[in-house]
Every structure is written in C-alpha cells, then in structure tokens.
C-alpha cells in the first residue's frame, strides 16, 4: 500500500530539520570565546564591544549589517553572538561595551509564523494538522546569574546599550531593571512618527536635530531621574497607542512591566501619542544608554539617529 503523499513529506523533513535547524543558529567562530564572530576592526588596542543579538522578530543579518557600518565608521572592533544562553560574567569580561539587541523571550518548543499575541498556532500558518499542535508556550531566557552579570559588568566601570526592543528583558530580570533604569511596554505597528531631543547638552544629542523616522514607536517607563531623558517620541497624527497581551500571560506585555520597580503595577490605559524614546545614565563606575529605534535597517541608518548611535558608543567608551 503506497503511503500517503502527506505522510511521505513528513518524514523527508524528519530527516532534514535538525540538520537544517543547527545550520541556521550556527555562528561562524571569529573569537576566542564561545560562538562570538569578529566582524569589524581588529586593533588590539581599542576597546572591544559585544554584541547580544537577534530574537523571534529581529534577524540576526540586518542588525549586524546595521552595527558593522556603525563601527566601522567609528574604527572600533565589535563581535557578535546570537547565543543567549552563554551571557555570563566570564563571556563579557574582555569587552568594554556590552550592546543587547534581543527582546525577553524564547519559544523552547518551537512557534508558528503567525502573531505571538494570539497565543497558539494558526490553522492559517499552513499546517498538515494544526489542531494536533500544542499551544506556543514562550519562557524567559534571562536567568538570575545572568541578570547580575551585566550588572557587574557595568558597575565595574564598563558600558551596556539597550537597543530597541531589549528593554523588554527588564520584564524577567529585576537585577537588569535596576541596571537599565527602565522597562518596554509594547508598540504598535511600523509607523512614522517625530523624535525630539530633549536634552540638547548631553554629549549624547549635542548637534542632532530632530527627525522623522518610519519604526516601530516603543512606549518606555523610565524609573530614575527625569533629567536622564533624552528622546521623545511622538505621532504627529496623533495616534494613540494600548498595549496588548503578550506571552507569558502571568507577565504579559502590556500588562504587568515586570520584576523591577513597579513591578506589580499594570500598563492597561491608552498611552497616546507621546513616548519616552531614549536615556543615558551612570550606574556605579559604568555607564548605560537605551535608544528604542532600530526595527529595520533603514530605521538603523537614518542620519540624525547614526549621530546618537556614534555618540552613545563613544559615550559609553568614555571617548568623547
């Protein structure tokens, strides 16, 4: 009896996931430690930044593509990794900047190609058999150790830039949050909207001008000092913004902001058009920015913001 074709093809791509699967998060080795690629510079002297990159939303290949001209502009070695599991106190200690460019979750037994936010896999998503699938079920992948590694790590004297989405991470860590200053709330889809400098004497924004962006808009709380504002967001159509649920449902984004200050309070309200959209600050000896724009390329490259990413680098490297 000839075997069903369905059948037939399950078992073709039995044989070729897992192959296919470790091809695909495979880093091509460049450095000493772990899977960490060298990419731009090579000098033995100038201070080396670490890159923590690429998550269910954001590919690995347009963030590198966007921090390898950022860099190479300023003539500094960066490297990058893709695997979260290996941040420690040991993978960050001969780097001088550590910038975080993945959000908070992982999906441990895999996801559809469907909206997180609908919480389970779609009989849209093109599926055999999409009722004999388990629900997607996403975790936190930041663990306690981890969380007070980077903490350490800046309060030894060293440099953290959150990028975009990172500031969601705050959500699992509170040792992160304290470190950050702040917590992601949610954003709505791309869009275009006006960010202001706020604070024109930071080395920071010194000489940016405001500018239009077409992004993704974050909506940040920020925890410390008001004075640490940088960048406003705003939608000059004045489109307003609510968060919505995200898994894990006990801390879903845009509901409960975390395990830092405030953690059990929730974000239900419209937040409006106007958005936190940058910070920098001093943690013990080291030094912390967060900037939320970078969902594309084009997003990465726009002028004004090259000038803030150029200056925070050189901010936090203590080379202004």
Same mark, same amino acid.
């Given at each position: 009896?000839?075997?069903?074709?369905?059948?037939?093809?399950?078992?073709? +791509?039995?044989?070729? %996931?897992?192959?296919?699967?470790?091809?695909?998060?495979?880093?091509? &080795?460049?450095?000493?430690?772990?899977? %960490?690629?060298?990419?731009?510079?090579?000098?033995? =002297?100038?201070?080396?930044?670490?890159?923590?990159?690429?998550?269910?939303?954001?590919?690995?290949?347009?963030?590198?593509?966007?921090?390898?001209?950022?860099?190479? $502009?300023?003539?500094?070695?960066?490297? /990058?990794?893709?695997? *979260?599991? $290996?941040?420690?106190?040991?993978?960050?200690?001969? /780097?001088?900047?550590?910038?975080?460019?993945?959000?908070?979750?992982?999906?441990? &037994?895999?996801? &559809?190609?469907?909206?997180? $936010?609908? #919480?389970?896999?779609?009989?849209?998503?093109?599926?055999?058999?999409?009722?004999?699938?388990?629900?997607?079920?996403?975790?936190?992948?930041?663990?306690?150790?981890?969380?007070?590694?980077?903490?350490?790590?800046?309060?030894?004297?060293?440099?953290? *830039?959150?990028?975009?989405?990172?500031?969601?991470?705050?959500?699992?860590?509170? @040792?992160?949050?304290?470190? +950050?200053?702040?917590?992601?709330? #949610?954003?709505?889809?791309?869009?275009?909207?006006?960010?202001?400098?706020?604070?024109?004497?930071?080395?920071?924004?010194?000489?940016? =001008?405001?500018?239009?962006?077409?992004?993704?808009?974050?909506?940040?709380? *920020? @925890?410390?000092?008001?004075?640490?504002?940088?960048?406003?967001?705003?939608?000059?159509?004045?489109?307003?913004?609510?968060?919505?649920?995200?898994?894990?449902?006990?801390?879903?984004?845009?509901?409960?902001? #975390?395990?830092?200050?405030?953690?059990?309070?929730?974000?239900?309200?419209?937040? #409006?058009?106007?958005?936190?959209?940058?910070?920098? =600050?001093? *943690?013990?000896?080291?030094?912390? %920015?967060?900037? &939320?724009?970078? =969902?594309?390329? $084009?997003?990465?490259?726009?002028?004004? /913001?090259?000038?803030?990413?150029?200056?925070?680098?050189?901010?936090?490297?203590?080379?202004?």
């Amino acid at each position: 009896m000839k075997e069903p074709e369905s059948m037939q093809r399950r078992a073709v +791509l039995q044989q070729i %996931v897992p192959a296919s699967v470790g091809g695909a998060i495979a880093i091509q &080795s460049g450095a000493s430690l772990g899977d %960490v690629s060298s990419t731009v510079g090579n000098s033995n =002297h100038a201070p080396r930044t670490l890159v923590l990159m690429c998550d269910r939303y954001h590919n690995q290949d347009y963030i590198r593509v966007a921090l390898n001209r950022l860099f190479s $502009e300023l003539g500094l070695p960066v490297d /990058y990794t893709t695997n *979260y599991y $290996e941040l420690s106190s040991k993978l960050l200690a001969p /780097y001088k900047l550590f910038i975080a460019f993945r959000d908070e979750l992982i999906w441990p &037994s895999g996801y &559809s190609s469907g909206p997180a $936010e609908e #919480g389970s896999r779609q009989p849209q998503d093109g599926m055999e058999n999409p009722g004999k699938f388990p629900p997607e079920k996403a975790e936190y992948w930041m663990t306690d150790d981890q969380g007070k590694a980077v903490k350490d790590f800046v309060a030894d004297g060293n440099g953290l *830039y959150s990028m975009h989405n990172n500031a969601f991470v705050s959500r699992s860590s509170a @040792d992160y949050r304290a470190v +950050l200053g702040g917590v992601a709330l #949610g954003h709505p889809p791309v869009r275009p909207f006006k960010v202001r400098v706020t604070n024109k004497e930071h080395p920071i924004t010194r000489d940016v =001008h405001d500018f239009i962006v077409q992004d993704e808009q974050y909506f940040a709380q *920020y @925890d410390l000092d008001p004075k640490n504002l940088l960048l406003q967001g705003e939608n000059l159509d004045g489109l307003t913004y609510k968060p919505g649920r995200r898994q894990p449902e006990e801390n879903a984004r845009g509901t409960n902001v #975390g395990q830092g200050q405030g953690a059990n309070e929730t974000i239900e309200q419209e937040l #409006g058009p106007m958005s936190i959209s940058g910070w920098a =600050h001093e *943690y013990g000896k080291g030094r912390v %920015v967060f900037t &939320s724009i970078g =969902h594309t390329v $084009e997003a990465m490259w726009q002028p004004e /913001y090259m000038k803030i990413q150029k200056n925070a680098v050189r901010w936090l490297l203590r080379m202004n």
